[in-house]
């Protein structure tokens, strides 16, 4: 029976920063690292796949819906 849990052993790449005077944001510019918080369908991964939190999802959720309108992500999953 193998242990494999389904996570690589590197941590994922960090799309949440704190501004130099402490604020916490998600950058909608990072196309390609928003891209790991959608499904193969194009739809928004739930909190128990990406290990967000509640604020912290949020954030994602806002940061590739403004990423969708300006055209960096697809609505769908036509060009995943």
Do not use: H, W
């Not at 005077?21 to 950058?27: A, E, F, H, I, L």
């Not at 954030?59 to 060009?79: C, D, E, N």
Request: charged share 20%; glycine share 6%.
């Amino acid at each position: 029976m193998s242990q494999f849990s389904g996570f690589s052993s590197t941590p994922p790449k960090k799309v949440i920063f704190t501004s130099s005077n402490g604020t916490v944001y998600c950058d909608y510019k990072q196309s390609e690292d928003l891209r790991r918080f959608l499904t193969p369908n194009g739809k928004i991964q739930s909190r128990k796949k990406t290990g967000l939190n509640a604020r912290e999802q949020r954030m994602v959720a806002q940061a590739i819906k403004r990423a969708r309108y300006l055209g960096l992500l697809p609505y769908t999953s036509a060009t995943l």
